[in-house]
């Protein structure tokens, strides 16, 4: 998840407004400030329609990188 990728993780979040998300992490492999701020934007329109925005399977590579900015608690994350 970087800026490449980004424009296509905001369409997928823009398609699911309106019903709880969970974001399935298992595959992702890399994410910087971009892929950071896809998933913050997203969590907080979430939040503020009072929905659900939770990650699964974060690799213990992009879940240093989450804690790293201080996103740890941020995001619900589950196993």
Do not use: K, Y
């Not at 998933?39 to 804690?67: C, K, M, Q």
């Amino acid at each position: 998840m970087d800026l490449a990728a980004e424009p296509l993780v905001t369409e997928a979040f823009t398609r699911c407004v309106g019903r709880p998300v969970v974001v399935d992490m298992e595959q992702v492999t890399f994410i910087d400030s971009s892929g950071l701020r896809a998933l913050v934007v997203a969590h907080r329109a979430w939040a503020h329609n009072e929905l659900d925005f939770t990650l699964r399977s974060v690799p213990e590579r992009v879940l240093r990188t989450i804690n790293t900015a201080r996103l740890g608690d941020v995001f619900p994350i589950t196993p």
